[in-house]
Structures are given as C-alpha cells and as structure tokens.
C-alpha cells in the first residue's frame, strides 16, 4: 500500500510525466513484483508528489527485499552510542532517519529513493551513506567526493567538484523570484562559473564549480599569494632561518613531549615555501601543482567574493540588488554555503576534534587550509594562550598553597579566633543585635589564603605574564601568517562590503558620485554622513551601559536591604548568611541579570552597527566588536569593581551612617572584602562559561536531535518541515546550523572576557587561571567539535592577526595595572600593616586587630536597635571596623592622624607599583620585538631572492621574445628576396612579351 505525503490541486494524465518519475517507479518494481502492481494503480496520485518521493511510505509485506534494507536494533543503537565519538559522522541517511528499530519504514524509504536517484544519474549502487545494515562508504580524497560514489561532491559527470552550493525551495512558484534567480545565475555563468541543478527533491540546489581561468583571474584581483616554484638558493634561507641548535633541540623536545605532537602519517610537516602575489603575467613561476596552491578556503573565498557582487535584475544595477545575501535574506534563496569534505573533515574530527587529544598540539596548517586563515589564527591563538596559562597557572597555584601553609601563622586570624570578649556593633540600623568577634573566626582564616605576602607577588607576576603573553603572541602569530603567505596583508587590500555600496546608492547626498547606477566608492564625510549615525549607535550603547549599572545597583539595594530586613534566607546574625547565603545569591542573580542583558544587546549592537557606514567587513567587524566588548566590560565587571573599590570604603561610623535611599551601606568583614570578591569571582566566571557551553554544545545538539525524533515519529505539521534524505554532500551540509560571517566573535569574546577575569581580578583568587587552563583545553576541543559537527563549512577569509582584540586585550592589561594597585592598597591589609609596625614598632603584629577597631558608645547610636530579649540589651560600648577617635577623645570619632597616615601610604603605594610594573612593561615591549630578528632576516632575504628571481625571468623573457622576433625577421628575408627575384623574373619576361606582341 502506498500514501502520498502530500497531493496538490491540480490534475496532469500519465503522459506528461517526466522521465524522473518512471525511473523512480522502474526502481519500485525492482523492490518487489506486488509493488509494481500497485505503482501502476497509483501512478497518477504518486506523480504529483514527485518532489516530496522520499516521504513516502512503503509497506511491502512479508518481502524479504525489504527486510533486507531496514536497519537492525542493534545497528540503530550503535550509531547511537558513536553519536559524540571522534570520527562519527551523523549526517547521513540512515542516521538521520532511524535511530531505532522503530523507523523502519522510514529506512526502506531513503534507500529507495536513493536508489532511484542512482538510476537517474546511470549508476547501478546507492550513493555513499546509504546502504543496507547502515554501512557507509569509505572516504575519498580532496575534492575526490566521500566515498565509492564519484558524485558524492561533485558534478554528475564526476569531474567537476562542487565548490559552492545554492539552495531554495523547488515549491517556490512566485514569478520574480524564479525571474531574479535566473538573471543571478546567468550572471554567474558570464563570469565563468559552471552550474549544475539538481531539483530531485524538495529543495532545488544549484552546484557551482570555479575553473581555473576563473580562480586565476580573481586572484589577481584579490592579491592573493600564493606558493612559487623551487627558487635557486631558497634553500639556503631556509637552512639559515632555522635555529642553529636545531638538530640536537628538536630531537630532544620531540622525544620529550612525543606524546602531544601531531601524527606526521595523518599531518606531514609542510615545505616551507616562497610566496608571491598572484600574477597571470608570471604563471610559469607558480606551483601550480602544489596540493596548496588553490586550497579549498582560497576557492570558496573567490567564488563567495563573486556571488557577493552579482546582480539580479536587467536594466537597474544598482547596490540595492546585487549580491547573494540580499536573495537569501528576501527568501528568494534559502542558503548558499560551501561543503565538507568527508575525508579531510573525518581526520580533523578524529585527531583533532576531540576530547581525548585536549594533550595534542593543533593542525594549524591543515585547518587553514579546511577553514581560512581567519579561523585558524583564533585556533592558533586560543591554544597559544592556553599554554601561555600554564605557568601562571602553577605559580597561582604555589601562592594558594602557601596560604595553607603558613595558615597558622596569621596574628589576625589566630586572634580573633582567640578573642571573646569583644563585642562588635550591630550591622544593620533595628532588626540586626551584637554580635561577637571570633564568630568570623572561619572566614578570618579563609581571607589569608588571599590575602598574605604572597598577594603582592603574584600581582606582579601576573602584570609580567599578561604583556609577555601578549608580546610573545605577536611574534608566534607572525610566523604563522608569514608560513601561510599572509605577509603584508592588510585590511586597505578589502574591498568594500556590498551592503556599505547600498547605503551609499540610497544615499541622496551621496547621489551625484553615482554615474550611470554604478557606485563609485565615494569618500562618505565623516560630519555630514557617518557622524549621526556613529553618535545614535555608541549613545544607544551608552543606554545599555546606564542600564546595566543600574541593574548592578538594584542588586546592591537588596544586599543592603537584606542587612536591614528579616531576612529570607535565615538568619541574618548567623555566620552562614554573612559570609556565604548573601554573597552567592546575590552572584547568582548577578549572572542572571548579566546573561539577559548581554542577550538583548548583542542583538542590538548588530543593527546598530548595520546602521553606520563600515566601508570593509574588517571595518564592520571591529565597529561590532569595539560597541559589544564595552558593553560587556560593564556588565561583566561592574560587581566586582563594586566590591574591590566600594564596598565598605564610606560606610561612615554607627553616630553618622552613610545611607543609600535609606539603607546604610555594607560593611566588610573584619578581615576584608577579598574573600566576598574571591566568591563573587568564581560565580560569574565559572557560571558565564557554563553557561557558554550550554549554549554552544548542548542547545545546537538537543535540537538536533529533536528533529531528528520528530522526523522519525512523524510529529511535524507541515510538509515544509519535512527533512531531506542526505544522499550527497549538499543534501547532508543543508540540515546543518549555519555559519555566520562574525561567528568567531562569540568565541573570542568568550575568550577575552576571561582574559579580563585573571588580569583584573585574580589577586583575589589565585587559582583563576588554573580555573581559565581547565576551561580552555576543552574549549579548543568543544570549539572544534562544533565547527565540524553542527556548523556548516564557513567561507574562508584572510587575516594576519586577531584584529582589534589584540588591542582590547593591550588596554585591559594596562588598566589591570591600575585594579590591581587599588586593589593591594583599599582592599588588603598590606598598608595598614606597615604603617602599624613602623608606628607601633611591633613586627609581629600581635596588636594590630585592636589597631584596626575602633569604640562607640551605644548610646550615640543615630537609630537605636531592637534588642528585645537580647543578652547584649545592657552593652554600653562596642566596636567597628575604622579608624576613629574614642568617644572620649576631645574630638570623638573624628578622623586620627593614623589615618592620614594609612592614607598617604595607599596612594603612595599605587603611584609606585604603576610606575614600577610599566616601567617593566615597557621594559619587556622594548625587549621583545613583535617579529623576531632571524624571521626578519628571512623575510628581506626572500624578498630579494624574490626580486632577483623576477627580473631574471624578464631578461629571459625580453631575451625569448627578440630571438623570436630576429627568427620571424630573417625567415621573413628570404620571402622577400624570392619575392623581388620573381618580380625581377616578370618584369624582364614581360618586356619581350611587350616587344613581342607588338611586332
């Protein structure tokens, strides 16, 4: 019995079928003889769903050809079980339609169609993925398709590959769009391009192919370099390039460290090649039978850079219909996107791509080479800083320990946990009593771990290794971009964005630099043009900014509201609600308020930037990313700034509290601030990662499989969101997510917001970068996962560095110099410290607890508590954390001279340690050169062998070209001397002709 998925209106007779159609009923009456019977019954109703074929259910009872085709239970589950191994591969027909035993049906229809796509296309076998038992073909080579089906990723006359495909919905009957698609493609074929259609299925795709006439003209265009031919004496740099000590070095290191290193059979180590910008002029030059030389990212780049600036309408070319964007963002396109190949994408996911190398050093080559090199310098950089944390990350780790340690030996914690006699003041105005001061004996203790001699070391050394770390990354990323002929790129070789060409068309002041509906590139004026736009864009920045200040406040509100109050979470006298309750809810809701503010304007800051005049996607790119990393700098970092720099720094004294819409503001505990900061730390970092891993790994995977099940079961309510049978590379490409032009920016947000937590802020918490090394070795591993698994091919693009992060990251390294200061002199004990042994003389700071409290009299208090049935009701002193005058002192709690004191110690200290840490800082920028000498060397070396090289091949082009010219000459001599000797020959035949006839 055969069901029609769907059926349309209208009525066509049986000869008007295409050819398509009785192929595929040929390829049921091969199944089975009763299914030949009933395709003939059913012939009419089954050609009106031609598209939809593979939806079709059969049910072919007691046939053992059927049953021969499902897939078993226990295949099911295996596939099931390697979903998440290395070199799985989920996109294929039987893993996308059965995942159980319950599919069946669904099973048999996928190899049928396939079947029948087969016979279409004059083969005899399924196409690769398709096979009975769940087998898949074994993968070819690059360009080579992914299996024993040579179209798999190719045209169908097995050649050609497919570089490029567009898709849309073959039910799409609207007039102009068909119209526009077929003014595009032809546009596209009057630049060379080669199209294919393949409309077997819902989807109608469009395979294009890039001759090499069309690769070598756009790389002209397009500067592109690319790897010459063997020079004579190249040999000789490269020998002279590498480190003297090379042989001996290298072998131990690699016999070291031989289980991270890369597998040389699965990964050789590349030639090192000279580069030089494409020319057509000099093309005898190129290797062009280098595997390299057009690499897959250099193809899809051209042929992404030639669809971006195509037309689709006759007679009105202008900016506002041009470019493959525009079709797909008017529906008249569903996507355009490049393509995996099996091969090279199995082996990144097996030795790569996986949790079990987290130990391995990156493929940066072969991921350039799959990706671009804008995607390889962000891999390139996140391992790069992610070994450069390993050393901070130990000696964090050391200066943590040596507060275990000497744990016993801190005089502050020893006597408060002694002391109990003292009685501290109540800590809110009414509902909050004494309380004693050993009761924060526990959080005494865990403030030293933090809060030791060791805190002012590890800020410096952390000052050290954040510019060493950005230094040294200059120089490894320029040997990276000069390996991979990067060189001398910059963002001046862009051309501009289609959409900033659009704007300038719509432009009226900008319409008199249009000529003939051609945009010129004008230069847009920056106060007539660009200024209102940029001012609407970064003031609506500086909302978002306002609000999430505010919303950081509000928090703060409900601490100081939760010390004035009951409070709901226990009791607020308790040690518990002090240190622990209060703080860490108020860091949940914290990541809460940070993680929905970030997700609505990251949505704005995209339309904002859409909004201004970004000339080159660089352009674009910095502008999105200078107006999100702002944004999030606040929203990140504001509590914590609250913390280290605010928080019981002008709280005042019980006579005279400072107040807050009536709140008095909360106070430190008795032993600092850094340990709530430590806490508040850890929260948001810990949680904003989480949370970023749930978001990039488990959302993209659960909907994944959720399509999957409601394919499966059949739950969809539409034929439009059936799927289709992954039977070739496209076909299995289009279910994945797509891929955006900024999609690295998450990443390196991600990335650089971190970054902010260990230089700002690790003094607090020592083991952050421990925390960041952890984070990260999986993060490479779940970053490449996802860019294999889940992530269509992005197009690649050229780089020669990270772009503005760089910049970011210098900024945020010079104002942790500041944070840190202000940190060591606000937030620590370390000046008060000081001044109480120079004053006092006692070095061993046994009276310095009593140097740092200060007496009240409780009958000056400004609001008298509720003490009720409390066994303090009769305390006529207490004591708080300030320095001030006793209330017997003539000038009762006025500021002492100590004070003053400690004051100008502070804020000596801060003036010193910046001076100090950028005078080393600028030490180390002068002492590391951002390209290193020998790397230098090589490269004018090469440029002058390059030069040579050149004007040798002129002379002996000049040299071919007048030997060719003297050969046409001297054969041209004895033509012409043949010539005149003939022509002498007639004239004197001719005058005893003349003589002749006139006798």
């Not at 074929?189 to 192919?209: A, P, S």
């Not at 352009?619 to 107006?627: M, P, R, V």
């Amino acid at each position: 019995m055969y069901s029609a998925v769907r059926t349309h209106d209208y009525d066509y007779p049986e000869s008007e079928m295409d050819e398509r159609e009785s192929l595929y009923f040929d390829t049921i009456s091969l199944a089975d003889s009763e299914a030949a019977a009933a395709a003939a019954a059913h012939r009419k109703s089954l050609s009106q769903s031609r598209n939809t074929i593979y939806h079709s259910a059969v049910d072919l009872a007691n046939d053992e050809t059927r049953n021969s085709l499902r897939l078993g239970t226990g295949a099911a589950a295996e596939h099931a079980a390697l979903a998440w191994q290395p070199g799985y591969r989920q996109s294929t027909a039987l893993e996308h339609l059965n995942g159980g035993g319950g599919g069946g049906g669904d099973q048999t229809d996928a190899v049928i169609a396939a079947q029948m796509l087969a016979l279409h296309n004059g083969r005899n076998h399924l196409p690769t993925g398709i096979g009975v038992g769940g087998h898949t073909g074994t993968a070819g080579g690059t360009g080579s398709g992914g299996g024993d089906d040579e179209t798999y990723r190719r045209f169908d006359d097995g050649k050609r590959s497919v570089d490029f495909v567009l898709a849309y919905n073959g039910e799409d009957q609207v007039e102009d769009h068909r119209h526009k698609r077929d003014i595009f493609e032809a546009n596209l074929q009057r630049e060379g391009l080669q199209l294919e259609h393949n409309k077997v299925q819902r989807v109608h795709f469009i395979k294009i192919h890039a001759p090499f006439e069309v690769l070598y003209r756009y790389a002209e265009i397009l500067k592109i370099k690319v790897p010459l031919k063997p020079i004579p004496g190249q040999d000789q740099i490269f020998d002279e390039a590498a480190p003297a000590f090379k042989t001996c070095f290298t072998r131990m290191c690699r016999s070291l460290f031989s289980s991270v290193q890369l597998n040389t059979e699965l990964f050789p180590e590349r030639e090192p090649r000279i580069h030089l910008e494409f020319s057509r002029r000099y093309l005898e030059l190129y290797d062009t039978e280098h595997p390299n030389f057009f690499d897959d990212s250099t193809r899809y780049s051209i042929i992404n850079f030639i669809l971006q600036r195509q037309h689709f309408l006759e007679g009105e070319e202008t900016a506002d219909n041009l470019g493959i964007e525009k079709l797909v963002q008017d529906g008249i396109y569903t996507c355009a996107y490049t393509l995996h190949d099996k091969a090279d994408r199995d082996r990144l996911l097996k030795e790569w791509a996986s949790i079990t190398k987290w130990k391995n050093l990156q493929p940066l080559d072969q991921i350039k080479d799959y990706f671009g090199a804008k995607v390889a310098l962000y891999f390139a950089w996140l391992g790069f800083y992610t070994q450069m944390l390993i050393p901070i990350s130990v000696f964090g780790l050391l200066c943590f320990l040596y507060g275990f340690v000497t744990w016993s030996s801190d005089p502050i914690s020893r006597e408060i946990c002694e002391d109990s006699g003292t009685i501290m003041c109540p800590q809110c105005d009414r509902s909050c009593d004494y309380w004693r001061l050993n009761e924060t004996c526990t959080s005494s203790k865990f403030n030293y771990l933090i809060d030791n001699n060791m805190t002012v070391v590890f800020a410096l050394a952390m000052a050290i290794w954040s510019v060493t770390y950005l230094e040294f990354w200059k120089r490894y990323s320029a040997g990276l971009v000069h390996r991979w002929g990067l060189t001398g790129f910059t963002h001046h070789v862009e051309h501009p964005r289609p959409q900033y060409l659009a704007k300038i068309s719509r432009s009226r002041r900008l319409a008199g630099k249009t000529q003939g509906g051609t945009t010129l590139d004008p230069d847009v004026p920056f106060w007539s043009i660009k200024f209102l736009p940029n001012f609407t864009s970064y003031s609506i920045m500086v909302l978002f900014i306002c609000i999430s200040v505010i919303a950081i406040a509000g928090i703060i509100i409900y601490r100081m509201a939760q010390r004035a109050s009951h409070s709901i979470l226990g009791s607020e006298n308790s040690m518990t609600f002090k240190v622990m309750i209060l703080p860490m809810t108020a860091g949940i809701i914290d990541l809460i308020v940070i993680s929905l503010l970030d997700l609505v304007y990251s949505n704005l800051a995209v339309r904002l930037t859409n909004y201004e005049y970004c000339r080159t996607q660089t352009e674009y790119d910095e502008s999105l990313t200078i107006k999100n990393y702002v944004f999030q700098f606040v929203n990140y970092y504001s509590s914590l700034f609250y913390i280290a720099f605010l928080k019981g720094k002008f709280v005042g004294y019980p006579a005279k509290y400072n107040r807050v819409l009536g709140f008095r503001q909360e106070e430190c505990n008795p032993g600092g601030c850094l340990m709530e900061l430590c806490m508040q730390l850890v929260i948001i970092m810990a949680g904003k990662q989480a949370v970023n891993a749930i978001v990039e790994m488990l959302i993209p995977y659960l909907m994944r499989t959720i399509k999957e099940l409601i394919y499966r079961h059949g739950w969809y309510k539409s034929h439009k969101e059936q799927r289709l049978v992954p039977y070739n590379q496209f076909t299995e490409d289009y279910n994945l997510l797509p891929a955006e032009n900024n999609s690295l920016y998450v990443e390196y947000l991600e990335m650089v917001v971190q970054f902010g937590f260990i230089t700002l802020f690790s003094l607090a918490f020592p083991l952050a970068p421990l925390l960041a090394l952890l984070n990260n070795v999986i993060e490479v591993r779940l970053d490449a996962i996802k860019m294999l698994r889940f992530l269509r091919r992005p197009v690649g693009m050229r780089a020669r560095d990270i772009g503005v992060w760089y910049n970011i990251m210098t900024v945020v390294t010079r104002i942790a110099v500041a944070s840190s200061a202000m940190i060591i002199a606000f937030s620590t004990n370390l000046i008060p410290k000081i001044v109480y042994a120079a004053s006092s003389g006692d070095r061993e700071l046994n009276g310095y607890l009593n140097f740092t409290l200060a007496y009240f009299n409780t009958k000056d208090f400004q609001v008298q508590p509720l003490l009720g049935g409390s066994q303090y009701v009769n305390e006529t002193e207490c004591r708080y954390t300030e320095f001030r005058n006793a209330p017997t002192d003539d000038h009762p709690y006025k500021r002492p001279m100590i004070y003053w004191k400690i004051l100008t110690g502070r804020l000596a200290f801060i003036v010193i340690y910046q001076n100090i840490i950028n005078m080393l800082q600028g030490v180390l920028r002068w002492a590391v050169p951002d390209v290193s000498g020998r790397l230098l060397k090589r490269i004018k070396r090469e440029n002058f062998l390059l030069r040579e090289h050149i004007i040798e091949y002129e002379k002996q082009h000049a040299m071919l070209q007048a030997q060719t010219a003297v050969q046409n000459q001297s054969q041209s001599q004895p033509n012409k001397s043949q010539e005149s000797s003939v022509l002498r020959q007639r004239h004197a035949g001719g005058g005893d002709e003349d003589a002749t006839s006139f006798v």
